[in-house]
């Protein structure tokens, strides 16, 4: 996985982020402001382009540049809590990037992602995506499972996280000023995180198609 593939994914989130934008706000808009969708548009637009225009040198700098870029674009809460977990991602990740370096920087990540937003599994946020992808890699690390089916099981646990916050009560973020209201809808940020998984293992497959594949 060279710094092609991780510009290639990031440009894929903004892909799909851009597809779904109007899903993710009507999610935000049953138990938040209404705006994850608008947000995120614009904060991975912003990623797209800082990577076209500055293009990065290792597959570190990518993940570390689009944090950035997710920090200073983003007004709402999920900016600074994706720019957090890619920023630490980036700085974890060595090169040349293998399925265990790659699991050991999003595990890193996401711990950082959780600390800044002092959030656990079952708060109802992106947290409930992120860790059961991070727990799927790592399985798929131990097992020896190669990275393609590695990222096709990930972005599966993502959005089976996803789905599993619609009985949740939100503990963290606006959706918590709900209390039980908020029982009974998808968390807007685990549902974008489980987009961003999903890029991961497109792009994997597509390279794969196209025959520029290379664990
Ligand atoms: P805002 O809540 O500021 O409007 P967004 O709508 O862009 O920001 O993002 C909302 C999402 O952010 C929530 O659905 C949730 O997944 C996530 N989130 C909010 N607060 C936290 C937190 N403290 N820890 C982890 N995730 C959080
Ligand atoms: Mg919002």
Redesign the pocket.
């Known amino acids: 996985m060279d710094t092609r593939f991780f510009a290639a994914w990031l440009d894929e989130a903004a892909r799909l982020v851009r597809r779904d934008r109007e899903r993710l706000t009507r999610l935000?808009a049953a138990i938040?402001?209404a705006?994850?969708g608008t947000?995120?548009d614009r904060g991975f637009t912003e990623v797209a382009k800082a990577l076209a225009d500055r293009p990065p040198g290792s597959p570190g700098q990518v993940l570390t540049e689009a944090g950035t870029a997710l920090i200073r674009r983003?007004g709402?809460?999920?900016g600074p809590?994706y720019g957090s977990m890619f920023r630490q991602m980036g700085r974890t990740l060595e090169a040349p990037v293998t399925l265990a370096r790659f699991e050991a920087a999003f595990e890193e990540g996401v711990v950082a992602?959780e600390r800044l937003?002092?959030?656990a599994l079952g708060d109802k946020?992106?947290?409930d995506a992120l860790v059961p992808a991070s727990r799927s890699l790592a399985l798929a690390v131990r097992d020896g499972i190669g990275a393609l089916e590695a990222f096709r099981l990930a972005a599966d646990a993502a959005a089976e996280g996803a789905r599993e916050t619609i009985p949740l009560q939100a503990r963290?973020?606006?959706?918590s000023y709900l209390g039980e209201r908020s029982v009974g809808h998808e968390?807007?940020?685990?549902a974008s995180a489980a987009l961003i998984m999903r890029a991961l293992t497109d792009v994997a497959d597509r390279d794969q198609a196209e025959g520029r594949w290379s664990d």
């Open positions: 935000d938040g402001d705006d994850h947000n995120l983003v709402g809460a999920s809590l992602l937003g002092k959030a946020t992106m947290v963290k973020g606006r959706a968390d807007p940020g685990a």
